[in-house]
C-alpha cells in the first residue's frame, strides 16, 4: 500500500502530515502528487471528500518549498481560485496545516469582509493566495495585486465556478496569469463547457478521474420518504427530535426556505442555525463554528453556500428539497461518508419533485429506499409548536414554496394517502406513495 512516506515529498510536508495523521494517501493524491511533482499540469475530475485540496497543496508546497524567496510585493507565487468563500477559507486552514514546518504565508481574499486588511496584507506579496474571482478582480483593478508571478495557478470546483457565472471572472484571469506556469483544474463533473474552459488554461495535462459523481455516495445510506411539500417541516421537526443524530446538514433549495426551516426548528427547541448567501460573512462564520464546535447539531444550507463546508462527523444529510440539477445531490450527500466514514441521506420528496428523484437514480444508479411516514406522524406533527411569526394566512409565499407543515399549523386537513404506483425494486420498499395535497407542491 502506498504511503505518504513514499510519494518523495519534502520532510518538512511529511512530518505535517503524520501531525495530523495522515499516513495513507487517497486516490486522488496517489495519482495526482507524482504527476505534479514532475511539473506537470493536471486535469482532475474529483469532488469534495476525495482529499482533492491535499492532492493540490501538497506537490505545490513542495514545490514553492525547493525554491524558497521572498515573494514580490503586491503578488503572490501561487494562486488558488475557489467558487465560494467558505471554500476559500477551507482550502486556506489546509495549506497552513500542511506547510506549518515550512516558511511559506497563505493569505485568504474574498468579499463580504473589508477589502482594506487584504490590500494591507498583498502590499507585502504572499506565497500561497486562495480567493474568489470577484474579489481577486477587485484587488487587481485597484492595483493591489499582480498575477504577472504566479507561478502555480489551481482553480478549484470549476463546475462550480459555471454555475455561479464566473466564466468572465475567469477569462478575464486566464489573460492576466503569465503563460509558464504551472496550471491544476478540478471540477466534480466534466460535461463539455468545462472542459473547454479547462483547455483554455491547461498545456498538455494529465488527466485524472477518481471517483467519478455516480459513484461517490456508495458509501452513504440512501432514503426517501414521499411527503407532501405541507408534510415537510413536521416530518423534519419529529425526524430530528426522534433519531439519534450527531451531526445533519439540512439542505433547502432556497434562501427563504432555510430560514422557514430554522424558525420551525428553533420553536420546537431544536437548536440550529442557518447558513445561506443572505448571511453576511461573520454571521456565517458563527452558524459554522457553532456547527463544527457541537454547539449546535443540525445546520440549514443552501447548496452554494454549503460548498467547502467540512465538518467531519456529519453522520446525517436531509434534502428537505431535492435539488433540480441531479450533481447538487451528489454535492450534498458527500458532505457526510467523508474520508472513509459511512453516513445516512434522507430525501423528503414531494410530487413534483418525482422527475429530479428520477434522474438522481439514473445518475448515482441507486434506487433510493422508501421509507414511509410514521404511523403517528400526523398526531404528532399537530402537536408541534409553531413559530411566532408563522401565520396560517401565509399559506403561499412568494417563491411558491412551502407552506408550513399543514398538520402542525392547524391547515386544510390532509388527503389520505392514495398509492400511485406499486414500489418496488429495492429491498424494504414498502412506503406507500402518496398524491401531494394540491396546493401543498412548490
Ligand atoms: P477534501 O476532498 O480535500 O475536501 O478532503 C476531505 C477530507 O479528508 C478533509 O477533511 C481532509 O482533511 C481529509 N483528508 C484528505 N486527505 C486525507 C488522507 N490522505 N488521509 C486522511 N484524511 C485525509
Do not use: W
Not at 47 to 63: C, E, M, V
Not at 330 to 337: E, K, Q
Amino acid at each position: 500500500m502506498t504511503k505518504f512516506t513514499d510519494l518523495g515529498l519534502a520532510e518538512p510536508i511529511e512530518r505535517a502530515l503524520a501531525a495530523k495523521g495522515y499516513e495513507t494517501p487517497t486516490p486522488i493524491q496517489i495519482k495526482a502528487i507524482p504527476v505534479l511533482l514532475q511539473g506537470r499540469d493536471l486535469c482532475g475530475i474529483a469532488q469534495t471528500g476525495t482529499g482533492k485540496t491535499a492532492a493540490f497543496a501538497l506537490p505545490s508546497l513542495h514545490h514553492l518549498a525547493a525554491d524558497l524567496k521572498r515573494p514580490i510585493p503586491l503578488s503572490c507565487r501561487m494562486l488558488i481560485l475557489s467558487p465560494t468563500r467558505e471554500l476559500a477559507s477551507q482550502i486556506a486552514v489546509s495549506c497552513r496545516d500542511y506547510s506549518k514546518f515550512l516558511r511559506l504565508s497563505v493569505e485568504t481574499v474574498f468579499g463580504g469582509v473589508p477589502i482594506g486588511r487584504q490590500i494591507k496584507a498583498l502590499s507585502r506579496g504572499v506565497d500561497i493566495l486562495v480567493a474568489t474571482p470577484g474579489r481577486l478582480l477587485d484587488l487587481i483593478d485597484q492595483n493591489a495585486l499582480s498575477l504577472r508571478n504566479v507561478e502555480i495557478f489551481v482553480l478549484d470546483e470549476a463546475d462550480q465556478m459555471l454555475d455561479l457565472g464566473f466564466i468572465h471572472a475567469l477569462k478575464r484571469v486566464d489573460k492576466l496569469l503569465p503563460k509558464k506556469r504551472q496550471t491544476l483544474f478540478f471540477s466534480a463533473t466534466m460535461p463539455k463547457a468545462i472542459s473547454e474552459l479547462g483547455d483554455r488554461f491547461l498545456n498538455d495535462p494529465i488527466r485524472v478521474s477518481v471517483t467519478p459523481p455516480a459513484t461517490t455516495a456508495e458509501r452513504v445510506d440512501q432514503y426517501v420518504t414521499y411527503v407532501n411539500q405541507t408534510e415537510k417541516q413536521g416530518l423534519l421537526t419529529l425526524t430530528l427530535q426522534d433519531e439519534k443524530i450527531e451531526r445533519a446538514l439540512i439542505f433547502t433549495r432556497t434562501k427563504h426556505g432555510a430560514d422557514r426551516v430554522v424558525k420551525h426548528l428553533q420553536a420546537a427547541g431544536i437548536g440550529c442555525e442557518a447558513i445561506h448567501g443572505n448571511k453576511s460573512q461573520p454571521q456565517r462564520e458563527r452558524a459554522l463554528g457553532l456547527f463544527r464546535s457541537g454547539s449546535i447539531k443540525f445546520l440549514v444550507a443552501t447548496d452554494i453556500a454549503a460548498r467547502g463546508i467540512d465538518v467531519s462527523g456529519v453522520s446525517h444529510v436531509f434534502n428537505f428539497e431535492l435539488p433540480n440539477v441531479a450533481e447538487q445531490y451528489v454535492h450534498r450527500i458527500g458532505r457526510t461518508a467523508r474520508a472513509g466514514a459511512t453516513g445516512i441521506a434522507m430525501s423528503f420528496v414531494a410530487e413534483d419533485e418525482r422527475a429530479y428523484l428520477r434522474g438522481i437514480e439514473r445518475l448515482t444508479k441507486v434506487k433510493l429506499t422508501s421509507i414511509p411516514l410514521p404511523a403517528d406522524f400526523m398526531e404528532k406533527s399537530r402537536a408541534l409548536p409553531k413559530p411566532a411569526a408563522a401565520r396560517p394566512t401565509a399559506q403561499r409565499r412568494h417563491d411558491g414554496s412551502a407552506r408550513p407543515a399543514g398538520g402542525a399549523e392547524g391547515e386544510r386537513p390532509r388527503r389520505p394517502f392514495r398509492p400511485a404506483r406499486k414500489p418496488g425494486g429495492v429491498g424494504g420498499h414498502k412506503g406507500a406513495v402518496r398524491k401531494t395535497g394540491g396546493g401543498g407542491g412548490r
